[in-house]
């Protein structure tokens, strides 16, 4: 099975950056997609970016141009940079990663990191 493990999480006021990391470990062969989802206190999880193996990347429309997804694909490892923050990036920010395995698709998940936007 794939692990994922986040990291980078906390305290930062409005205007500030984080960077997040991910990695993943165990199974990781056929992961084709890694990403972060966010889910803020009574809101949907909801997806702020993914990235696949050739580094396009896909981003929320609130996150586009303040947000940069990185995969270092030998380390297994995905980033997300987050500068200009504001408070309604509040949440807890979860890792996902997809595997591709015959016909079949697998959706892992980080247990989340937390990321507190507050003046």
């Known amino acids: 099975q794939v692990h994922l493990v986040e990291s980078g999480g906390g305290l930062v006021q409005p205007g500030g950056s984080l960077r997040l990391s991910c990695a993943a470990s165990g199974t990781t062969r056929y992961i084709y997609v890694m990403g972060w989802y966010r889910q803020a206190p009574g809101k949907q999880r909801e997806l702020v970016a993914t990235?696949?193996?050739?580094?396009?990347?896909n981003y929320a429309e609130d996150v586009k141009g303040r947000f940069t997804i990185s995969r270092d694909n030998a380390k297994e490892t995905v980033y997300l940079q987050m500068n200009h923050l504001k408070p309604e990036d509040t949440g807890v920010y979860y890792c996902y990663a997809a595997q591709s395995v015959l016909d079949d698709e697998h959706d892992h998940w980080g247990q989340g990191t937390q990321v507190t936007v507050s003046a």
């Open positions: 990235i696949i193996q050739s580094g396009s990347a």
